[in-house]
């Protein structure tokens, strides 16, 4: 039994990434500014991408895209039920109507396949979801998306360097949105980033995420807010302070070698868990990818292993280790069991997976023996039910 608790996840802050913001609180200028600049440059930079721009996090991100995007009242659009909740508020907070395409079983993403059938003369939009740090099939899923004229936005809430056939998420062309959250793979402590190579579609947002100005938050040459600035429509407020984007220039940097601790820990899990029958790691697409591994996703067999997902995860916590389930389906929540405007096919991955998955605690600073705390712990939790 550890004597200290193993949350699920935990973010990485460290010396450096402090000094940073430091030295941002101390300057004068701590909101939207030079640090937010560089941060968007340096991460257009690394995704490949033609612009990008910081926002308060991906779910404003999703709003300021739908938004510029025009998508409203009659236009459906696809995305699956197995995502943060935030996408589909997002829709239909804009008036339009959210259609789920069912995902591949063992990866738990859309595929072409899956999405075909939810295609309509009123789809207006595609929005799949990079899951637990591997990447949708972008390629095939493209291709049919232009085959129908109907654009893609991919959700990239997991994918902060996550790499699909050699390439970024976010820099093949597709418009992709990033979290910050500080579950995610790097943290601002809340932020987004909305990466694309429309030139016009990140104007509009950048426009839309400061109150519809037709200037920028920050001019770089009055060191503030131009004072011609007008606006253009109506917009938001969600531009993300100069002293989160300090961190996010800070922990981008660090990035590649914060995957690297990922892995090992992914793949030693990997070898631990193939030996617990009944407890089902995802399976890895079939594609090249590097994948970012944001979390450790397994689903639990309660025929073979004696125990539901949710004892599992009490036992767990008992034993002083956290776990977390990414997702609860969205259609499977309150207010969309009710919602008549939720519609979709049958999604009978969706369900089997919704009552079965959970999170493994997965971090950078998580050492080797934690792991095999948790691969000890489950094993001894089903043994104890089977007994
Ligand atoms: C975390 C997450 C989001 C939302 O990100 P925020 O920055 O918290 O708004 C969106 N989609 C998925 C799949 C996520 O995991």
Redo the contacts with the bound molecule.
């Keep these: 039994m550890r004597e200290t608790f193993l949350p699920f996840s935990q973010p990485s802050i460290i010396a450096c990434d402090i000094a940073t913001v430091i030295n941002v609180l101390q300057s004068g200028w701590i909101t939207t500014g030079a640090k937010c600049a560089e941060f968007e440059q340096a991460f257009a930079d690394y995704a490949g991408c033609r612009g990008a721009v910081a926002v ?7 709003h300021l895209l739908l938004h510029a995007m025009d998508i409203g009242p009659g236009d459906e659009v696809v995305t699956p039920s197995m ?2 909740v ?2 589909v508020n997002q829709i239909v907070l804009r008036g339009a109507t959210p259609v789920f395409a069912d995902i591949d079983n063992h990866t738990l993403m859309v595929t072409a396949e899956s999405i075909e059938p939810c295609l309509n003369a009123r789809t207006r939009l595609i929005i799949p ?3 637990a740090g591997a990447s949708v099939d972008s390629e095939a899923i493209c291709g049919l998306a232009d085959e129908k004229g109907i654009p893609v936005v991919e ?1 990239a ?2 994918a902060v360097g996550t790499f699909y056939k050699g390439v970024p998420v976010g820099g093949n062309g597709v418009t992709s ?5 500080p ?2 793979n790097i943290t601002t402590g ?3 980033m909305i990466c694309s190579d429309d030139r016009q579609l990140l104007d509009r947002i950048r426009s839309l995420r400061f109150h519809g100005l037709g200037v920028d938050s920050y001019d770089r040459t009055t060191q503030g807010r131009a004072p011609q600035a007008e606006v253009l429509e109506p917009g938001y407020k969600y531009n993300m302070t100069d002293f989160s984007a300090a961190l996010g220039i800070s922990q981008l940097e660090r990035l590649d070698e914060l995957i690297q601790k990922r892995t090992c820990l992914a793949e030693r899990y990997g070898r631990g868990i193939a030996a617990i029958k009944g407890v089902i790691p995802l399976a890895l697409p079939d594609y090249d990818i590097r994948h970012a591994w ?1 979390l450790y996703v397994v689903r639990i067999d309660p025929e073979a292993t004696g125990i539901n997902r949710d004892d599992l995860m009490r036992a767990l916590r008992q034993r002083n280790i956290g776990s977390g389930i ?2 609860k389906a969205v259609h499977r929540q309150k207010y969309y069991r009710d919602a008549p405007a939720c519609t979709g096919a049958d999604l009978p991955n969706t369900e089997w997976n919704t009552d079965r998955l959970c999170s493994l605690p997965l971090f950078p600073e998580m050492t080797e023996t934690d792991v095999d705390d948790v691969i000890t712990s489950v094993q001894h939790v089903i043994n104890g039910a089977s007994r």
């Design positions: 308060t996090s991906a779910t404003a991100g999703m995502t943060w935030s996408t979801v990079h899951f959700d809430a997991h949105i990033f979290s910050f959250h579950i995610k809340e932020g987004g944001h990414h997702f």
